[in-house]
């Protein structure tokens, strides 16, 4: 899961730890984290929150009750076609160093020995590329990513009026 929050505050200290509270709260933890004053003297800041998948929803619910939301985007991947394509290439790669690993044992010459030995080295980095796909697979699934920029404000953004399509304003032309 991943979810793009843009947030506004009165309060910059108080958001800031806030967020930082919630954070903790929910057993995550911030992947980046940058605070920054603008020209004006406001600050804003931009952070990047790792938080267990499963209090996802929660997160982002409460975030939007800690401050002012302006704008929130949430999408989910689905990487179960991708992992289980690398899983089954490190099967395959493991199977065949083992095969490497035994005709290195029934080996007798010395061409065959070293060309023998290429090939299970370059197996045995294709299996270490394969398993850390396949952990950083691991670690999307059970940590959702939630981009928050958080940025201290004079006066909160409202809508004071719902937003008037075209054909509400076509519909009101026509009666004046």
Known sequence: YRANMDLQT???E???ADIGALVKEMGGYFEQRSISNRSSGYRYA???VRIPADKFESFCTQMGTLCHLVYKNESADNITESYYDTQSRLVTA????ERLQE???RAESMEDIITIESAISDTELQIEYLTGSLRKYDALVDYATVEVSLEEVYQ???QEQPV?????KLAEAFKT
């Open 103 to 105: 005709l290195l044992r």
């Open 46 to 48: 931009d952070y990047t």
């Open 10 to 12: 009165l309060s910059f």
């Open 156 to 158: 909160l953004t409202e």
């Open 164 to 168: 008037v399509g075209f054909g509400a």
């Open 94 to 97: 493991q199977t065949k160093l």
């Open 14 to 16: 108080q958001a800031d």
